[in-house]
Nanobody, 115 residues
Framework: QVQLVESGGGTVQAGGSLNLSCKAP????????VEWYRQAAGNQREWVSS???????SYADSVEGRLTVSKDKAKDTVYLQMNSLKPEDTGMYFC?????????WGQGTQVTVSS
């Protein structure tokens, strides 16, 4: 199983930006897609975005146009650029690999957006 490490979370005011990272040392994401999920306190984990092995991206309606997922194979890292953040974006953000032989989760990084 690939080890995933998220970072980049923090506390920002509404309208601010954060850039989350999902790093997998020694793994270039050639054989696995990557998904981002978030979980607010007391809520179920929800899917936010994904990028497949070909670089095709998808987004939940709630974040479309504000979040951008990308990957840098040279750095073994997938990013989630978050702009125009809203208080409802608050939660723990996780990355996860998907596809045949994939399925690792990271430990999460906390995002808090104040109004």
């Amino acid at each position: 199983q690939v080890q995933l490490v998220e970072s980049g979370g923090g506390t920002v005011q509404a309208g601010g930006s954060l850039n989350l990272s999902c790093k997998a040392p020694g793994f270039t994401f050639d054989s696995c897609g990557v998904e981002w999920y978030r979980q607010a306190a007391g809520n179920q984990r929800e899917w936010v975005s994904s990028i497949n092995t070909a670089g095709v991206t998808s987004y939940a309606d709630s974040v479309e146009g504000r979040l951008t997922v990308s990957k840098d194979k040279a750095k073994d890292t997938v990013y989630l650029q978050m702009n125009s953040l809203k208080p409802e974006d608050t939660g723990m953000y996780f990355c996860k690999t998907y596809g045949r032989g994939c399925g690792s989760w990271g430990q999460g990084t906390q995002v808090t957006v104040s109004s």
